[in-house]
């Protein structure tokens, strides 16, 4: 891809039926108020990441060839958010979908709305470019209503053609737009369009970004070339706290093609003409350098006992509620352990990076998550200022959170600067992303609940002990990027801190969605473990949903309830309710049926964030009890994320969160003796593969009239539980350890 | 030591001046220009980096420039174009089988070379075939459907 080209699109559309045949499921339309908009996060004010850039030309121009281009500060992450994204500029102006340009994030002009995450790009940041998309139309519709001498209330649109009633003229958007005055606030008196009037947003648009990735097309970061290009690798430390305690780099230097070798503490790096030949320089380098390490991880076998174990623990509160005096008594205790394990990002393709320095400013090409926040970390670890860098986003392979893409930028910029400013481009080793990329932490939990003569739960008491899962770039107290820190003069990492509430982080979901009459939430959080991690999708949601929901499933089946009744008992809101039905109905959930030693099913169920997207999951396995395999047949899945922008987006998040959720709970763990991680590469990191992928049955609950909750990671956490609820019907033991591999299974049934 | 290499891709016969033992997935994507094959691995493990030599699926990142002789090679380009898919790049398309598409080159590229040797695979057949081909995103049910759609010819 050339620097500033967009992504190549075709003119093809889908009809609604194509889509919704292809996508797995059916979509259910429920409508609950009238007037409810688009994502209006503050009734009568604006948008936060509107707020944050209020200038309408920071979103928008309008062009005299008849297009309009958007920018936007979300990233494409392979979500296809940009194509969702479009859909609604194109509804609030009352254009066709096929005139909107998404252009990049590029941090000399557009809008910054922090890091793409958190499934929050339709919620957050498609609210704001509604709003201001909202406000454009109105300012045309102003000055058309002038130039027709008509009053606005006449004047109507379609595809950029205003006219009215009144008059026999009519005006084009295209004929406007030089001079639309875009240059000003976006203000918050402007209605959005009722949407019940909406053709675009809620229809399965082919995403824009397919075609070009399909057809070998300039699509990533790793496939950008410009003239004079050289290729960069980087040879790391053998672990987190290795010493370099001799170096000779002769033999590199001698090497065909190589332009420069780079040492800078124990930051090393080569620079080559050609790709393979730096490849080979990073072998031989690896060779010329030899490291001291010590013993400085924990007992891989023993993690969990180390977590609960740590005398480092901050402890705080996150949530309490004592007994009313109406509370029953409680005539039952019982008490549950869980466990998940550092989970890696794992991205197909490497992390990679283009760096160059023209006119002083030194340009990045990255595939991060945070464009401007990468810029702050990378002014810290050059002494660079602001002004003179400039991140513009080019897309990589999917992260699912905080990965390497931000290391490698500065890998580049660094490489980038020993050759005089010439362009690198860097892409990571295999092992270099799994031996360095900042995991998933791991967590521990125990819940212990106190049951009435009813079955019903009367106290719920949980502990958490984790990690950050926020060490991202941007934050204040440090830099947030590997090679800062192996650099002669080294930069020390922000300090850990945890993410309020709702959001959360090794918290997030910690807090049932249920409904007891008495609960403490307790969070152990461990800010001194030695193992690098950072944020991946749905942070602690997957060890707290893993836990709550298999421990709701062990209540019921102590007290004899049905698992779905049960949860039901516990939830006042029927939206909740709603997929839970939903999802037993499609899967002909029929109470108290159990498994027959091998085959089961199981049930689980979360509110993401507790303000996001309702998922109810039912898992269908079969276990091979010889072998110790758990084998996930189907996952029939239930979701509302309120209005549904496009509801095969919304199908393949929840597909893909699925298989990636089932793969987490059967296979992942990454692996470290007591010096350095050992998962380096997909034989020592195995993945669901495709004879093991379940088949998946989808329906989407659609709530037009509510606004939209992100939806991009949601049903990734429910679905150990449904696997390990599955597992106990099927067998009548429980997995309370994940990943549920042969050992654990072999160990559960003897 | 550079040799000069005869190699014929996607219908075009072209002159490279490399290392024999540079791995195939450089020369395609650097010397040739070619996007289709990806490096993910370097390994043989993953798959984003296959293309077709002769008739068979390989993965470039391990196959030598000096191996390839005057074996025909196909990359994804050399099947189709934006403006005028390949059955199979249709079918993606169609079923939108794809989330980050990095792995995309490599599913289309084995499911192009098994159905050249079996053109109605059954389901189970094409996920064997796809069994040593990573997706990490989970589109893995689009992509299955979509190369059954394509040997059905059912692609619209």
């Not at chain 1, 197909?348 to 990468?374: E, K």
């Not at chain 1, 295999?430 to 009813?454: C, H, I, N, Y």
């Not at chain 1, 062990?554 to 939206?575: I, K, N, Q, S």
């Not at chain 2, 590229?109 to 997706?135: G, H, V, Y």
Request: some cysteine; overall charge neutral.
């Amino acid at each position: 891809m050339r620097p500033g080209s967009n992504a190549r699109r075709t003119g093809r559309t889908y009809s609604r039926r194509q889509f919704g045949q292809a996508a797995a499921g059916i979509v259910l339309f429920f409508s609950m108020r009238p007037g409810a908009i688009l994502g209006q996060s503050a009734p009568g004010g604006l948008p936060a990441d509107l707020k944050a850039n209020r200038r309408l030309d920071s979103w928008l121009r309008i062009n005299a060839e008849g297009n309009i281009e958007v920018f936007t500060g979300k990233v494409e992450l392979g979500q296809g958010n940009l194509t969702a994204l479009a859909q609604i500029a194109a509804e609030e102006l009352d254009v066709a979908f096929e005139r909107v340009r998404m252009r990049p994030v590029d941090t000399s002009h557009s809008p910054d709305e922090s890091y793409t995450a958190g499934s929050a790009s339709i919620q957050a940041g498609g609210s704001a470019l509604g709003y201001a998309a909202a406000n454009a139309r109105a300012i045309l519709l102003e000055l058309a209503a002038a130039k027709l001498g008509v009053p606005i209330g006449s004047l109507t649109v379609d595809d950029g053609v205003i006219s009215s009633s009144g008059a026999a003229n009519r005006v084009t958007y295209w004929q406007l737009a030089s001079e639309t005055p875009l240059a000003r606030n976006a203000g918050n008196d402007v209605p959005l369009k009722s949407t019940s009037k909406y053709r675009i947003v809620g229809t399965s648009v082919p995403r824009l970004d397919i075609p070009a990735k399909l057809t070998g097309g300039e699509a990533y970061v790793q496939d950008m070339r410009v003239p004079g290009m050289l290729f960069g690798r980087v040879v790391r430390p053998p672990s987190y706290g290795a010493r370099l305690s001799a170096f000779d780099d002769t033999a590199v230097k001698a090497l065909p093609g190589v332009v420069s070798v780079v040492r800078d503490g124990r930051f090393l790096g080569v620079v080559a003409r050609r790709e393979e030949q730096a490849l080979a320089a990073r072998a031989v380098l690896q060779r010329a350098a030899t490291w001291t390490t010590r013993s400085e991880l924990p007992d891989d076998a023993r993690l969990a006992h180390f977590l609960r174990a740590s005398t480092d623990a901050r402890v705080t509160t996150v949530s309490s509620r004592s007994p009313g005096p109406n509370t029953p008594q409680a005539v039952k205790t019982l008490t549950g352990n869980y466990f998940k394990p550092y989970v890696a990002h794992a991205s197909i393709g490497p992390s990679c990076a283009l760096a160059a320095v023209s006119d002083r400013i030194l340009t990045v090409w990255s595939h991060t998550q945070g464009p401007y926040q990468l810029r702050i970390d990378l002014a810290k670890a050059t002494g660079l200022a602001l002004d003179n860098i400039r991140v513009i986003h080019a897309q990589g392979s999917g992260c699912y959170g905080h990965n390497g893409a931000d290391d490698v930028a500065l890998d580049a910029a660094l490489l980038s600067r020993a050759v005089d400013g010439a362009p690198v481009k860097v892409q990571w080793m295999r092992d270099d992303e799994f031996g360095w990329e900042p995991f998933g932490s791991a967590m521990a939990m125990t819940v212990q609940a106190k049951l009435a003569g009813d079955g019903s739960i009367v106290d719920w008491q949980y502990d958490l002990w984790s990690d950050s899962f926020n060490m991202r770039p941007g934050l204040p107290g440090g830099v947030n990027l590997l090679a800062a820190w192996h650099l002669a003069q080294p930069f020390q990492a922000t300090p850990p801190s945890e993410i309020p509430l709702p959001s959360g982080g090794a918290d997030r979901n910690a807090v049932p969605y249920y409904d007891f009459p008495s609960q403490r939430i307790t969070e152990h959080f461990l800010p001194t473990l030695p193992i690098r991690v950072s944020a991946l999708r749905s942070l602690g949601a997957f060890g707290n949903a893993f836990a709550v929901e298999s421990f709701m499933d062990e209540l019921a089946e102590t007290v004899g309830a049905d698992p779905v009744e049960y949860r039901l008992r516990h939830l006042r809101d029927d939206r909740a309710k709603a997929v839970i039905r939903a999802v037993a109905d499609r899967a002909h959930w029929q109470p108290g049926a159990k498994g027959d030693g091998t085959r089961g099913r199981g049930i689980s169920f979360l509110r993401y964030e507790s303000v996001k997207t309702y998922v109810a999951l039912v898992a269908d396995i079969v276990v091979d009890r010889t072998a110790g395999v758990i084998r996930v047949e189907r996952m029939t899945a239930a979701a509302d994320a309120g209005l549904i922008v496009t509801p095969d987006g919304i199908s393949n998040q929840i597909e893909g969160s699925i298989i990636q959720g089932t793969s987490w709970a059967l296979k992942e763990a990454v692996r470290f003796d007591r010096e350095r991680i050992t998962s380096r590469d997909w034989a020592s990191y195995p993945i669901l593969s495709f004879p093991e992928v379940p088949e998946i049955d989808i329906v989407l609950l659609n709530r037009p009239d509510l606004p939209s909750l992100g939806a991009g990671e949601a049903a990734l956490p429910p679905v150990p539980a449904a696997i390990a609820n599955a597992f106990f019907n099927a067998t009548g033991k429980r997995l309370r350890d994940l990943p549920f591999g042969r050992d654990r299974v072999k160990a559960a049934l003897t | 030591m550079p040799e000069t290499f005869r190699i014929q891709v996607n219908g075009v016969e072209h002159s490279v001046t490399a290392d024999g033992d540079t791995p195939l997935l450089y020369v395609l994507r650097n010397d040739l220009g070619l996007n289709g094959p990806k490096f993910g691995c370097g390994l043989e493990q993953c798959g984003a980096c296959t293309a077709i030599v002769g008739a068979e699926a390989i993965r470039t990142c391990v196959f030598p420039l000096s191996a390839v002789g005057s074996a025909p090679v196909v990359t994804l380009e050399g099947l189709g174009t934006v403006e005028e898919p390949h059955p199979l790049q249709k079918a993606f398309i169609a079923e939108q089988a794809a989330q980050c598409g990095y792995c995309i080159n490599g599913m289309i590229m084995t499911a192009k070379a098994l159905l050249d040797r079996n053109p109605r695979p059954t389901r189970t057949e094409i996920r064997q075939a796809l069994a040593r081909n990573l997706c990490r995103c989970g589109t893995h049910l689009r992509i299955v459907r979509a190369i059954e759609n394509a040997a059905k010819g059912a692609v619209p």
